[in-house]
């Protein structure tokens, strides 16, 4: 197993102020990985359970049942850490934490769940002012690289931006690779590209589309794969719920509680409009974008090499889209702009104290250039920074930084 550092931290800072942490992202993402890689040094004592045993869970079930376990295997004081996967399973699991927390003050639980509709509905309720929740996505192309080569994510991380065509390229193959098969850690952890494919067809089978099939009426089944075929279609473009709804077979509403499950379930994002003023802008319908671009492909049904593929630029949007996910501040949101008149930007990264505008290029350059209606929104917005992420050249020109795609998690 291999450390994801960016999520230990997350984990260590949120208990110096909260006893309960969740992390919460689609299966297959890593989360069970992260909680047993998690430094336990720091904790007197620690216990891992599976809320998917039968057991377990029934020792959830009475408070008194559960605290004399704990005493037998944690400690006598309850004080250290309680690892518990896919905590969802147990029945009145978050009634139980907020008894076990309220009552040890030493104690600090951690805990995974896959994505579902109930599980921040019993957390909000259950669980307010005591807990932190963490979202954790698939693999960023820094932690893929790491995952394939150490040595290639120390060259990532310690290159400048403006680095040589050379060191750009050492890194590209790779990077092609991670635009076509995502980052799914097991999927990260083999060289063979037909195993890949494989991996993501099991992947999508047996956890997607069995999670899925609870929430999906039986008459409906065909008309929401349709669905989520046609959205992968649709990665950068706005979402018309009429339209999927004539094009998919399925009644509106059906439709919309489906790309609601759908983004519930970590497997779309959708992005808002960002506005001032609403008569410019081209409406409220939001663009969507996939979680995680092997799960996309498996769906859109083709693994093709980006040089050969008309949804490269797509492909490379909604991969930008995901750093800034990923690296977005606690008060950012990630919107996009577009207008009745056609003016355009990829992303805009709102977050109050600060503006960021970022463009998204699926090509080579061999000098900076200039793009008019980034450059009339950065004024227009007062913008703090403006980015044009594209394939290969990183420089600094007219107030604009042109990014490799390579680098995209610099954008901050």
């Known amino acids: 197993m291999i450390a994801r550092e960016r999520y230990e931290k997350k984990i260590a800072e949120a208990f110096t102020l909260l006893p309960i942490v969740v992390l919460i992202g689609a299966r297959q993402v890593g989360k069970t990985s992260i909680m047993r890689m998690f430094p336990k040094e720091a904790f ?15 020792r959830f079930q009475r408070l008194s049942t559960l605290e004399q376990y704990l005493k037998v295997y944690l400690n006598e004081d309850l004080d250290g850490l309680l690892l518990i996967d896919e905590f969802q399973f147990i029945n009145g699991v978050s009634t139980m934490m907020k008894l076990l927390t309220d009552k040890y003050e030493k104690l600090k639980i951690l805990c995974s769940g896959s994505s579902s509709l109930d599980i921040l509905q019993h957390i909000e309720e259950s669980l307010a002012g005591r807990v932190r929740v963490i979202e954790v996505l698939s693999l960023s192309f820094s932690e893929y690289l790491l995952f394939k080569d150490e040595r290639l994510s120390q060259l990532q991380k310690n290159a400048e931006i403006s680095a040589g065509e050379s060191l750009v390229s050492t890194l590209q193959h790779v990077y092609q690779e991670y635009l076509i098969y995502g980052g799914l850690p097991r999927v990260a952890l083999t060289n063979n590209l037909e195993e890949k494919a494989e991996l993501l067809n099991d992947i999508y089978q047996t956890y997607l589309m069995n999670d899925v099939r609870r929430y999906v009426a039986v008459g409906h089944f065909v008309g929401f794969n349709r669905l989520l075929r046609l959205l992968a279609t649709q990665i950068g473009n706005l979402v018309n719920i009429n339209e999927l709804s004539r094009e998919c077979g399925l009644p509106y509403a059906a439709c919309e509680d489906y790309v609601y499950l759908l983004q519930k379930m970590y497997i779309i994002k959708l992005v808002d409009p960002y506005f001032t003023n ?23 049904n083709s693994f093709n090499e980006m040089a050969f593929r008309m949804d490269n630029g797509a492909i490379f949007e909604n991969e930008v889209f995901l750093e800034l996910w990923r690296n977005r501040r606690s008060a950012d949101m990630l919107l996009f702009y577009r207008t009745q008149s056609g003016t355009e930007v990829d992303f805009v990264v709102d977050g109050g104290l600060r503006k960021l505008a970022v463009e998204c290029k699926y090509r080579s350059f061999d000098k900076p250039v200039s793009i008019a209606s980034l450059n009339n929104f950065a004024k227009d917005e007062q913008v703090d920074a403006k980015y044009i992420a594209n394939i290969n050249l990183g420089t600094q020109n007219e107030g604009i930084q042109m990014i490799p795609g390579i680098f995209a998690d610099r954008i901050r």
């Open 278 to 300: 609403k008569r410019k802008v081209i409406g409220k319908m939001k663009k969507v974008y996939f979680c995680d671009l092997g799960l996309r492909n498996i769906i859109y």
């Open 44 to 58: 007197r004592n620690h216990l891992f359970l599976n809320g998917q045993d039968v057991e377990v869970a029934e």
